[in-house]
């Protein structure tokens, strides 16, 4: 649930935004023709795009292609609300603040190797700094001018290309809005121990979830549920016969939320219980 929502529209677009909310908690954010930079003040979420997925946590800053976007915001013990500062980046905005004197590293585009749409950035006391005096202008809205949001949208801009990994901010800035094309394969497989619903599958394959379904039974002859249950099991049983990794872990490595659908997915299947699964393949190896 979102607990607080602020926004700062420039040239009638949303640029800058905060929101708290509680989690668990999932946004689908389909932008096509936009880029996002993202700082997480307080809370974890798992960002998936078409071909990638990573998790943030707090502190962390990143860097979104424009694209097609899932982000879920994950519940924990060590806090009860989720904080964060977006900012959005637009081309006719970008080419209006700066006129004539457009940035190069926008401005002329270069190769990127990073072909997931999402860039970690790893932030540094500046970019705090930065974050901080955007609380602090949320909290006092009234000090907020077009001019001030200008200014701190090219501040950012600056910031980003200055941190560690300048060259790969460089490389994406110069293609935040080259959107690139998947095909559908390339999206299924790449999330396929992710937990998504097919729903979400199909908002980040940019089709109907009909579609998606209709679509996927042309290919693999199986239904998504069969085919992801398969995928993810037959994954864990490699896990637990390689690594001494904990059941709990290996269970989320392959996509599932629950331990207890977990264990009741994998002995319907091995007819095993994926402890004495471990311990039989143990047993094999000894002999």
């Known amino acids: 649930m979102i607990l607080e929502h602020k926004t700062f529209d420039l040239y009638e677009k949303m640029v800058f935004e905060k929101a708290v909310l509680t989690p668990p908690y999932s ?20 960002l998936n795009s078409a071909i990638g997925h990573i998790k943030v946590e707090a ?26 500062i977006a900012v959005h980046f637009y081309p006719e905005i970008l080419k209006k ?29 500046t970019l705090h700094h930065y974050i901080s005096s955007m609380q602090f202008y949320f909290e006092n809205p009234h000090l907020v001018s077009d001019e001030l949001l200008i200014l701190k949208l090219k501040e950012l801009l600056l910031l980003l290309v200055k941190t560690d990994n300048s060259d790969a901010i460089k490389e994406m800035m110069a293609k935040l809005f080259s959107p690139k ?28 979830t009909s579609t998606f379904k209709r679509e996927f039974n042309k290919i693999y002859q199986i239904s998504p549920a069969q085919y992801f249950k398969t995928k993810k099991l037959e994954k864990a049983a490699q896990l637990l016969s390689n ?7 290996i269970a989320y490595d392959c996509g599932f939320n629950d331990l207890a659908h977990f264990s009741k997915s994998f ?9 004495n699964y471990r311990l039989n393949q143990k047993d094999k190896t000894m002999n």
Not at 67 to 84: D, T
Not at 243 to 249: G, Q, V, Y
């Open 27 to 46: 946004i689908p954010n389909n932008m096509s023709n936009e880029a996002c930079f993202l700082y997480v003040i307080n809370g974890t979420y798992n």
């Open 59 to 84: 502190k962390d800053g990143v860097l979104m292609e424009c694209g097609n976007y899932y982000a879920q915001w994950i519940r924990s013990a060590n806090y009860e609300k989720c904080e964060a």
């Open 267 to 275: 002995q319907e299947v091995y007819k095993l219980s994926p402890t």
């Open 243 to 249: 690594t001494n990794n904990r059941i709990s872990d």
């Open 97 to 125: 603040i700066y006129d004539t004197d457009f940035p190069t590293f926008i401005a002329k585009a270069r190769d990127s190797h990073n072909n997931t749409g999402i860039t970690r950035i790893k932030t540094d006391s």
């Open 181 to 208: 094309e998947y095909s559908f394969k390339q999206v299924v497989e790449a999330n396929i121990f992710s937990n998504l619903s097919v729903e979400q599958l199909a908002q980040l394959a940019n089709v109907s």
